[in-house]
């Protein structure tokens, strides 16, 4: 296999950039969604529910592939679903029906995360940690630009015109899939007798880590445009503000985590980031209806929040080069299902008067938690037989 192209790298790097715009589709859309179906808004979290679970299985699924058939299937089954299921959403008329395709959206963009970020060392073997931060950085940039999209379908002169996103991000999609076909087909990477065992009880940290992790950032860009507006009292378009500047910190925070990889410490970076997204939820609580804080504090959230996947991505990597497709499936998975359960949570505890962002300080300090004891040396990390299936 030829070393990857530039042309091969735009691609790769253009697909991870509208996974982030994907990523916001259902948070921009959340309160006109729950409107249209004639949902309570404090349940509108059972349609971010229902992304991430299909998201979940298909991340755990696409990690199992990467490690079993050549990779371009993956991305393009991801793009494939993507932009056949949104597009389907957009004529839905029945909420079971709008579940489903929202289910069917996850799938697809499950697989391309796996894709993204089990790939990402393929085409930087030498600095892994700098492509997965170039990747992740886009991704942000692509959540900025969600919401803002999600505006301009929203201001047209036509009746639900919100559903006009789903026209653009479901078409964006399956001209990508077309494109995918240019990228290498990466063979999945062969288990040698040498390899370093599993020390599954010491991935446990991990997971829990990056569902906390996932949980916050899913969980603080689907209800802070609700917070806002309920509590601040800001107009529809403040709200959705409040997102993009929560993804634009992110984006920032993922440029600077690009030019320090691998010149400062992972662990240091990890730690900085989680201590900026405390200090932000907190904000956000001290000053619940303080608009101009809340824009400021969505910004911190977002910027440390930047570190802390890339970060777990490249230290998991580090130790487990050989079945990092399996091991990064089941960690990235397992932190996935953080956006399954904690803005559905928050959406009860705020009741349809708040974001519940306390369940989000709860998240942040256990993410603190879970980081201490993740980044110690497994003690079982030696030359041993196998991996395990």
């Known amino acids: 296999m030829n070393a990857p192209t530039p042309l091969n790298r735009f691609i790769f790097r253009l697909a ?66 993507v932009g056949i299921s949104l597009i389907a959403l957009s004529f839905s008329q029945v909420a079971f029906i709008g579940l489903a395709c929202i289910l069917f959206f996850g799938v697809g963009y499950g697989f391309l995360v796996m894709a993204g970020n089990g790939l990402a060392h393929r085409y930087n073997p030498e600095n892994p940690a700098r492509e997965l931060s170039v990747i992740n950085f886009l991704f942000g940039l692509g959540a900025v630009m969600g919401p803002q999209i999600a505006n301009f379908a929203i201001s047209q002169p036509m009746e639900d015109s919100f559903r006009l996103m789903y026209w653009i991000v479901g078409g964006a999609a399956l001209i990508m899939a077309g494109l995918t076909m240019l990228l290498p087909n990466f063979a999945p990477v062969p288990r040698s007798a040498s390899s370093v065992k599993i020390a599954w009880v010491s991935l446990i940290p991990f997971a829990v880590m990056l569902f906390m992790y996932v949980g916050i950032e899913m969980g603080f860009s689907a209800w802070i445009k609700p917070q806002m507006m309920l509590v601040a009292l800001s107009s529809a378009s403040t709200g959705a503000l409040g997102i993009s500047i929560f993804w634009a910190g992110l984006t920032v925070g993922r440029f600077i985590t690009t030019l320090l990889a691998g010149r400062v410490s992972g662990e240091l970076l990890l730690f900085t980031g989680i201590g900026f997204a405390v200090f932000g939820v907190g904000g956000v609580l001290l000053f619940p209806a303080t608009e101009g804080i809340l824009l400021i504090m969505s910004f911190m959230v977002g910027f440390g929040s930047a570190p802390i996947f890339p970060m777990a991505i ?20 397992t932190g996935n299902s953080g956006a399954i ?30 980081a201490i004891i993740a980044l110690r040396k497994p003690k079982s990390a030696e030359k041993a037989q196998p991996l395990a299936q």
């Not at 992304?51 to 793009?79: C, E, P, Q």
């Not at 050989?322 to 990235?332: D, K």
């Not at 009741?351 to 942040?364: D, Q, R």
Request: hydrophobic share 50%; with cysteine.
């Open 341 to 370: 359960f904690i803005p559905a949570i928050q959406g009860q505890v705020g009741g349809g008067n708040n974001g519940g962002m306390i369940v989000l300080m709860v998240a942040a300090l256990s993410t603190l938690v879970c």
């Open 314 to 333: 490249a230290i998991l990597n580090g130790r487990y080069p050989e079945g990092f497709g399996t091991i990064s499936g089941i960690i990235i998975a």
């Open 16 to 81: 991870f950039m509208l996974v982030g715009v994907a990523v916001t589709v259902i948070s921009s859309t959340l309160q006109q969604l729950t409107d249209y179906f004639n949902i309570p808004l404090e349940n509108g979290g059972f349609f971010t529910a229902a992304f991430f679970i299909g998201s979940s299985f298909s991340i755990l699924a696409g990690g199992n592939l990467l490690d079993r058939v050549m990779s371009r299937n993956i991305s393009l089954a991801g793009m494939l679903f």
